[in-house]
């Protein structure tokens, strides 16, 4: 297995620009959550889906951000308008279901955003 | 409301030596704790995890912790320091709300850096 993809790795961007961040989980995972990064605040929860479904988005910062997950192998993360302060490392991870929380998570390898 | 704190920030040992990263928790239920590790501008990999069976987990890499309930503790070990552990360490709680939504709460990070 590939293991979690995300894309791009890399983006740089102006602010106001809206940015699409793509992930594609594990073959098989009923979960998907999208974390942020940064240095001031750590690793923090954005979202997350169960079944494709978005269970608790409580973590999404503003309205500026929406995240979709059409079907079982896609999910997006948007930001639109981008902010300056936006600029951080996501991850994308994935998970089975089953006896929750006790299940491993699966991280992609982020995407580190930058916003002039 | 569940919380996880890494006690140090920053943790230098030489090559070959022990190697000890302090975790504590707190839970309103039983938890679950995993210990994630980071590598530079890569994503997060699974150490270990504990889920309510022996309180003394094994890991990869030789790395071990051993949950104290009684101390609220999770604390990362290796006897024997490899450069190659030089990354950063997370320390993740992991339980379900009443509700049935349920969120990975990270600490804030260890950074080990490891001396020849």
């Known amino acids: 297995d590939a293991g979690v993809i995300q894309s791009p790795r890399h983006e740089v961007t102006e602010m106001g620009q809206e940015v699409t961040l793509r992930c594609k989980p594990i073959?098989?995972?009923?979960?998907l959550f999208w974390y942020r990064q940064t240095m001031m605040r750590g690793l923090e929860l954005l979202i997350y889906?169960?079944?494709?479904?978005?269970?608790?988005d409580s973590g999404m910062p503003e309205d500026r951000f929406s995240a979709k997950m059409p079907n079982a192998s896609f999910s997006t993360l948007k930001i639109q308008p981008s902010e300056p302060r936006d600029s951080a490392v996501y991850f994308c991870?994935?998970?089975?279901?089953?006896?929750?929380?006790?299940?491993?998570?699966?991280f992609g390898p982020g995407t580190r955003l930058t916003v002039l | 409301a569940q919380s996880v704190t890494q006690l140090d920030s920053h943790v230098s040992v030489s090559e070959g030596t022990p190697v000890l990263l302090r975790c504590n928790y707190s839970?309103?239920?039983?938890?679950?704790l995993f210990w994630y590790v980071q590598h530079p501008n890569k994503g997060l990999q699974l150490l270990l995890k504990?889920?309510?069976?022996?309180?003394l987990v094994k890991g990869i890499n030789g790395f071990e912790a051993e949950f104290k309930k009684s101390e609220t503790s999770f604390h990362l070990t290796k006897p024997s320091a490899h450069m190659s552990d030089a990354a950063e360490y997370f320390c993740?709680?992991?339980?379900?709300?009443?509700?049935?939504?349920?969120?990975?709460?990270f600490g804030t990070g260890t950074r080990l850096k490891v001396l020849a």
């Open positions: 991870a994935s998970s089975l279901g089953g006896v929750i929380p006790y299940n491993e998570q699966f």
């Open positions: 073959s098989g995972h009923d979960y």
């Open positions: 889906f169960n079944n494709n479904v978005p269970i608790d």
């Open positions: 839970s309103s239920y039983s938890p679950s």
């Open positions: 504990y889920t309510s069976a022996a309180t």
């Open positions: 993740v709680v992991s339980d379900q709300a009443p509700s049935g939504t349920y969120k990975y709460i």
